[in-house]
């Protein structure tokens, strides 16, 4: 019988964003299926309290700052995470940002600028340096975190949506593009989460009474119900798998 579990042992996982909400979800079931795990963010308190709370739990982590649309920063990281760990087997690109923006015809340059740097230009960055290591261990697994609104348009989500559809393509692409080197490459597409980032909007009774409404299951995500489809993802009950995109939104997208 072949062998096949989430056990991620001996494994070196980047999770960028992994400070807080989603990501820290994410890095922390990793980190609990046995692998060693890097974290960026852009806040050094966040990074230092999610420090702590990792190794309280006996697990083998490392914090670095570093904004993901900046190329030095991204270069610095990973020299970081090869200087303590010699090795990467697993990304997730889960840093993402939206600004509540008027129509795309109105947004202004730099907000428009702003969202798609920090969302496709940061997951082309880090992937980028993350592939480069990989190809020399003949291989490994990258996981982005996109959104249904790639798939969807919504009032004040325009540029992240765009952003998030890029990213989706960007997904396929280097799919296709790395499956001879056996790195897969796959997304996550959840609707809206509970967490930090999407309080403005489930924060607002209003409104979320009407975007439950397009969700059959009748509530938004918790963070963690969007871990298993992650893990699935970095372990090997995936490993035939690359260019998906898995849509974990209570059933909204079938309506």
Known sequence: MIEMDMDLSGKVALVTGGSR???KE??????GKGAKIAICGRKQESLDQTLEEFQEHGFEVIVQSAHVAKSDQVEKLFQ?????????DILVNNVGMNIFTPSVSEVDEGL???IIATNLKGTFLVSQQAIRLM?????????NISSVAARKAARGMGVYSVAKAAIEMLT?????ELAQDHINVNA????????????????????IKE????????????AREVVGAVLFLASNLSDFITGEVITVDGGSMSW
């Open 80 to 88: 970081v995470i090869m200087s303590k760990f010699e090795r990467i």
């Open 135 to 143: 190809k020399k261990r003949s291989g490994g697994k990258i996981i």
């Open 172 to 176: 396929r692409v280097m799919a296709a």
């Open 26 to 31: 994410i890095a922390m079931a990793m980190a």
């Open 211 to 222: 975007i439950t409404k397009m969700i059959p299951l009748g509530r938004i995500a918790e």
């Open 112 to 114: 428009w600028d702003k």
């Open 188 to 207: 996550v597409a959840p609707c809206m989460i509970k967490t930090p980032f999407s309080q403005p909007f489930w924060s607002d009774e209003d409104l």
């Open 21 to 23: 909400g989603l990501g």
